[in-house]
């Protein structure tokens, strides 16, 4: 991607979760929030680690990063997003959380000091970097000597997910065809790609792991809030007025055939962990 476009595409991102600041992570559907967990104990984090939270949006990851660096420690949140920012800065106030600092900053080139953090995480954050690799690479440049990196990424999800999506196709533009700009296409299909790009950008001891996340919804009208609150809000955006009548009844009847009695139905999504480590001893924390 040449750099002009790279700035465009940043820009898009960064307009966009503005926009759902408001109802992020807030519609009752755990996602962020037992992702980025989970992402979070696969790092290990220990008292007294410097950690960074590369895409902290509402604080899916940055919570647990702070409960377990704890007062000795410290967490650099950052997120492009200056709305998110703003947010989440207040959520840290009225936590009473002083080791932790938040910067509005384009994760693909942070500007944060190098050799820096112990440990960094990158919860669905990487798929929408401009150049994946590169961000890496930016990302591995700031830990220090043994620090270890973790990116959260989604594998397969079940073929009715897939058809639900499918509602948005007619609508697209060829850059959003990905209905979650993340899993089907490129390195992010397999975990293999998404290994090799860790081990590119210099680390070594590259480990994946998975989660398998069931997904409730309570009828169609809770999985559209839900869409409308996250990046996938871009589909919506590109679905003309006069047709979203029509995408709802077309969601409706792809999810018919897995409806609970009271109307609800349930989703599967795999989400990838992918771990390395930067060569070197790892700094002590006392």
Do not use: C, K
């Not at 660096?69 to 967490?75: A, E, S, W």
């Not at 703003?86 to 050799?115: E, H, I, K, Q």
């Amino acid at each position: 991607m040449d750099p002009a476009e790279a700035v465009r595409q940043s820009a898009r991102v960064a307009a966009l979760f503005d926009r759902v600041s408001g109802t992020y992570d807030t519609v009752d559907v755990p996602w962020f929030t037992p992702i980025a967990e989970r992402l979070v104990a696969e790092l290990g984090p220990v008292p007294g680690q410097r950690a960074l939270d590369l895409g902290t949006g509402r604080g899916a990851a940055l919570w647990p990063l702070a409960q377990a660096v704890g007062p000795t420690g410290h967490v650099t949140g950052l997120d492009l997003a200056a709305q998110m920012i703003a947010a989440t800065r207040n959520d840290v106030s009225a936590r009473g959380l002083t080791m932790v600092d938040l910067v509005v900053a384009d994760a693909s080139a942070p500007g944060l000091p190098r050799a820096s953090f112990d440990l960094a995480a990158a919860s669905l954050v990487l798929f929408f970097m401009p150049d994946p690799l590169a961000a890496l690479t930016a990302w591995v440049a700031l830990l220090a000597p043994g620090g270890r990196l973790g990116v959260s990424t989604f594998g397969p999800r079940e073929a009715t997910w897939e058809e639900l999506d499918g509602v948005f196709t007619p609508f697209l533009p060829p850059a959003l065809l990905d209905a979650r700009t993340s899993g089907s296409r490129g390195p992010f299909a397999s975990d293999a790609g998404v290994a090799a790009l860790l081990t590119s950008a210099g680390l070594t001891q590259v480990q994946t792991a998975h989660l398998n996340l069931p997904v409730h919804f309570r009828d169609v009208a809770h999985w559209q809030r839900w869409s409308m609150s996250h990046g996938q809000r871009s589909h919506w955006d590109a679905v003309p007025e006069n047709h979203r009548d029509g995408v709802i009844s077309a969601a409706t009847e792809r999810v018919g055939a897995i409806l609970d009695p009271d109307g609800g139905f349930t989703l599967a999504q795999q989400v990838r962990y992918t771990l390395g480590e930067l060569p070197g001893p790892s700094v002590a924390i006392g």
